[in-house]
T-cell receptor, first 115, second 115 residues
Framework: AQTVTQSQPEMSVQEAETVTLSCTYD???????LFWYKQPPSRQMILVIR??????QNATENRFSVNFQKAAKSFSLKISDSQLGDAAMYFC????????????FGKGTKLSVKP | EAGVAQSPRYKIIEKRQSVAFWCNPI?????LYWYQQILGQGPKLLIQ????????DSQLPKDRFSAERLKGVDSTLKIQPAKLEDSAVYLC?????????????FGPGTRLLVL
């Protein structure tokens, strides 16, 4: 069975600084997809960034980038130039891709941004 | 493009009562998911539909939970009778079945409190 582990329940960053959120996963599949979702307080979950496992190049979306280490089964999220609006719960998630299955989520990391 | 719609946003009921949640996915999304998110945890899949057929309901407590998607568009999730441990946020998500990554788009959720 697939599992996703986020070992940092809470993180804090100063505004304009950089922070890295950790995620590890376990799977025997060779082709899969990884996601980071953001869930602001009392607001809906939105996709931050996604990575295809067969692509060696790390995904980047503006201030958000990932460090994908397939052999180590590690998928960390780096947020550069942190903004107050980045404060939220961040969830790492895994799936097979397509409509084959549901997302397997980690327990989340609560990110606080200090002004 | 309209996002995933859910109602109600909040619901408070007494244990042993029944409750129903409604979800309307993004137009054209054949795959629909219901997740349960207990406080402090990541979402967990309850049921997945492809059009109006059930793909995965292995984690749905079938003695009290039921869900339907009669015309392959909107869906209803019902709990009868509710227990205290059903207090959670119920998230609906949808995806386009031809999307290779299987990216899921979430609604705002229904926050249920069972007293």
């Amino acid at each position: 069975a697939q599992t996703v582990t986020q070992s940092q329940p809470e993180m804090s960053v100063q505004e304009a600084e950089t922070v890295t959120l950790s995620c590890t996963y376990d799977t025997s599949e060779s082709d899969y997809y990884l996601f980071w979702y953001k869930q602001p307080p009392s607001r809906q979950m939105i996709l931050v960034i996604r990575q295809e496992a067969y692509k060696q190049q790390n995904a980047t979306e503006n201030r958000f980038s990932v460090n994908f280490q397939k052999a180590a089964k590690s998928f960390s999220l780096k947020i550069s130039d942190s903004q107050l609006g980045d404060a939220a719960m961040y969830f790492c998630a895994w799936n097979y891709g397509g409509s084959q299955g549901n997302l397997i989520f980690g327990k989340g990391t609560k990110l606080s941004v200090k002004p | 493009e309209a996002g995933v719609a859910q109602s109600p946003r909040y619901k408070i009921i007494e244990k042993r009562q029944s409750v129903a949640f409604w979800c309307n996915p993004i137009s054209g999304h054949a795959t629909l998911y219901w997740y349960q998110q207990i406080l402090g945890q990541g979402p967990k899949l309850l049921i997945q539909f492809q059009n109006n057929g059930v793909v995965d309901d292995s984690q749905l407590p079938k003695d009290r939970f039921s869900a339907e998607r009669l015309k392959g568009v909107d869906s209803t999730l019902k709990i009868q009778p509710a227990k205290l441990e059903d207090s959670a946020v119920y998230l609906c998500a949808s995806s386009f079945f031809r999307d290779r990554e299987g990216t899921q788009y979430f609604g705002p959720g229904t926050r249920l409190l069972v007293l």
